[in-house]
């Protein structure tokens, strides 16, 4: 696991360095009081977690957030500001964290074990999750956890993930039994969503909503008749 450091002030830097390397097992692989130059490398390298600071020159910290919440990689984002006023913003942008300065060693260590268990959860989830899926004659071990959605096609399935597609000789009830339903719902009765990836929900016509899923350009209908379980699941 990986993370860089984005925050101008440079004892800052030292102080979150040292905690990281001597309660967790964290790679600290850079270090940023450029918040542009960040955005550079994260681009090219998508580490696994960015500490960030919100009040950085050129481009602020919520402003890059926003950025890195819609890379196809989940990275998560551990804002360290001393600006409470922005706690709500990070909650929009799916930050795993909001930190205040200053903070005490109590707190950092408790945010570096949960991002170390989460990392931990999220590997073995996908290591028993997989899925034998057929392309071009071809079989292909897929991560359950990539996949997007499902979308019906005559007597078949397309399996979609956010670089590429399959084909199965399944109906897509038939497809669905095969999918952990803690992830996955069937939003429609040609559709089934990956909930992970939902990043917006819109109303639309007749009570019901479109979804838009991470690195997806397609919106996906939500039915009338599985509207209300679909509003249980999320919340709404």
Known sequence: MNCIIVDDEYPAREELKHFIKEFSNI?????????????EYIEKNKPDVIFLDINMPKLDGMALGRIVNNFEKKIDVVFITAYKEFAVDAFEVEAFDYILKPYSEERIVNTLKRLEKSKAEHNIKCLNNKLTLRKNNKL????????????????????????????????????????????????????????????EIIPWFNNTYMIKLKGIEEEIPVSRNNINIFKHLMGI
């Open 27 to 39: 790679d600290i692989d850079e270090e940023f009081d450029d918040s542009i130059k960040a955005l």
């Open 140 to 199: 292909k071990v897929v991560n359950i956890c990539d996949i997007c959605y499902c979308e019906a096609h005559e007597r078949e399935t397309i399996i979609y993930t956010t670089t590429d597609r399959y084909t199965e000789h399944y109906s897509i009830s038939e497809f669905y039994k095969k999918l952990p339903k803690e992830n996955f719902f069937k939003t429609h009765r040609s559709y089934i969503v990956n909930l992970d990836k939902i990043t």
